[in-house]
């Protein structure tokens, strides 16, 4: 956990937009204060303006960020173009522009700073205790061992806790700037061109940017929001049981480990081999063999031997606890066999046929009853309602065997109980085996090669995958077609079923982080819906690449 807290520190550290938002709101100070240099200080904005990079956590930017992250440019030549006519001071730039950004600099990066003071008081006090117990002699009453290893346990879950709430604090203030430093900007550009006697040509040339970027800004905050609500749930299972948010399959297990040489070894399980750290440089080894070392045999806690190919003779190493040493024996397929209690596991939905006609049921209502209805699948039904309806028609006596229209089932428990429904499932609909790739082509910049990429990947999925995933398109397609009066647009649609129809099969931050982009995925199938439908524009596709490849 220590290296994501570090990577974050270091990208909000590093960042020069902390730096560059303290020197924007001086420079707005100025301008309205000293109305006589009014046009020197708005030409500095503008320069300010122009220089101003965003630092974007991810590899890639949606659509809305690029939009976002290249929004200050327009905005620096829009100033350029109104210097010429000395525009007034508005009445109200304070309120729009210097306390929204002065506010956010002081409470939200603020908190940060207060944040990563106690990452690091509990840091170092957490490595100071751990080294002294890792000095303590195996002969020592067992009383006394149990009581430090309680002490060291629980100075571990503070600092664990501290880091957790560090990396979210950092990933907050950095998804949320992309609007709340925006959005001032946007606000008090907006009020200079009507208090001013600008042209009509130019407030009208504006306009239309204007709107884009405010549905960049309600889009990114959409996906702000819906990232955030998983963000906190992913922090929740790790404080809870931090050893069930791990992928599933074969252990694995990446950090350090502590020797009788002076030196420390770093542990890659892929390919399976160790780096030894030291002064005379790294030496990389491959794992051959792996016990555990008897308590008695050695006068350290916690330690097991390891054999490598490359170099003679056994190295013993020494992990931080007993709890972190299964770990390691479990991942490098140790001697010892390893007994795990059971787990119950939660009862799973399954894409089968009652399922089919549970999703065309509440489709049905939904278009029959409630289509027009607004905030339909954003507003939540109630929970006890919700597991009712479940219940009763996933009841393995008589399934399915559920009347829709009696008055006990109202639109926003019928919605609510899809989703749950499609959540739920063992699997998702566009699957695991596909995640990755559909991710990818959200992700590429080039928006034909986007398009066919993502339906060439819905080809791929099972057939009764691709059955559901278009009869859901569909009915969100004409859910769409009324967003006057329900207010539900594709890219809104896409914050609530992205991440109900895609997710990840491994519960971590980066996982998290690609939320947005599964949004994009089915923001994309809705509105390209009618290619999507068409058996041959897979293969109509792929030769349009192919031609338009070779041509190039």
């Not at 100070?29 to 500095?44: E, G, M, P, T």
């Not at 955030?228 to 749930?233: F, I």
């Not at 029959?368 to 209805?373: D, L, R, W």
Request: contains cysteine.
């Amino acid at each position: 956990l220590l290296y994501p807290c570090l990577l974050a520190s270091d990208v909000f550290k590093g960042s020069r937009w902390v730096n560059q938002l303290k020197d924007s709101s001086l420079d707005h100070f100025f301008c309205f204060c000293y109305f006589a240099d009014y046009s020197s200080a708005v030409q500095k904005f503008s320069q300010t303006l122009q220089s101003f990079q965003f630092d974007f956590i991810g590899d890639t930017l949606t659509d809305d960020e690029i939009n976002i992250a290249e929004s200050f440019k327009e905005f620096a030549e829009l100033l350029n173009e109104v210097e010429n006519e000395r525009m007034m001071m508005v009445h109200n730039a304070s309120d729009l522009l210097i306390k929204p950004l002065e506010n956010f600099r002081k409470e939200q990066i603020g908190f940060t700073k207060e944040r990563k003071k106690k990452f690091e008081k509990d840091g170092e006090r957490f490595y100071s205790l751990l080294d002294r117990h890792l000095h303590l002699s195996s002969k020592k009453k067992e009383s006394q061992l149990q009581e430090a290893d309680l002490q060291v346990d629980k100075e571990r879950h503070n600092f664990f806790e501290s880091s957790l709430d560090y990396v979210y604090q950092i990933q907050e203030v950095q998804e949320s700037k992309k609007f709340n430093i925006v959005e001032p900007v946007l606000a008090f550009l907006h009020s200079l061109f009507i208090s001013n006697s600008l042209t009509v040509e130019l407030t009208q040339d504006f306009l239309p940017y204007k709107q884009q970027l405010q549905l960049s800004l309600q889009n990114t905050r959409n996906h702000f929001s819906s990232t955030r609500e998983e963000m906190e749930e992913l922090k929740k299972r790790m404080k809870e049981a931090p050893q069930t948010c791990k992928l599933p399959g074969q252990p694995t297990i990446e950090g350090y480990l502590y020797t009788q040489e002076k030196c420390v070894w770093e542990y890659k399980d892929n390919p399976l081999g160790f780096s030894r750290l030291a002064p005379t440089g790294p030496l990389d080894l491959t794992l051959k063999y792996c016990v555990r070392r008897k308590t008695e045999s050695i006068d350290k806690r916690f330690c097991f031997d390891i054999e490598t190919n490359e170099r003679p003779g056994t190295i013993t190493l020494q992990a931080l606890s007993e709890a972190n040493r299964r770990l390691w024996m479990e991942a490098m397929d140790g001697k010892e066999p390893i007994y795990h209690s059971p787990v119950t596991k939660q009862e799973e939905m399954e894409l089968n046929e009652v399922g089919f006609k549970f999703v065309r049921k509440c489709i049905n209502v939904i278009e029959t009853k409630g289509i027009k209805t607004e905030g339909l699948y954003r507003t939540v039904g109630s929970n006890i309602q919700v597991q009712k309806l479940l219940n009763a028609f996933f009841d393995p006596k008589c399934p399915g065997d559920v009347d829709f229209h009696i008055s006990d089932w109202d639109i926003k428990t019928i919605t609510s109980s899809l989703k749950f429904y499609l959540r739920n499932l063992s699997e998702p609909v566009m699957t695991y085996r596909l995640h990755k790739d559909l991710v990818s082509a959200a992700k590429s910049d080039n928006l034909d090669y986007r398009l066919g990429a993502i339906h060439s990947l819905v080809y791929k999925l099972p057939e009764k995958n691709r059955e559901m995933l278009e009869l859901l398109i569909r009915h969100l397609v004409n859910v769409c077609e009324h967003s006057k009066e329900n207010l539900m647009t594709p890219s809104n649609m896409g914050v609530i079923f992205g991440p109900t129809l895609m997710r990840a099969q491994e519960d971590t931050v980066a996982a998290m982080m690609n939320i947005k982009f599964q949004n994009i995925v089915v923001e994309i199938l809705i509105e390209h819906f009618v290619k999507v439908c068409i058996p041959d524009f897979h293969h109509h596709f792929s030769m349009h690449m192919t031609l338009s490849l070779a041509t190039f």
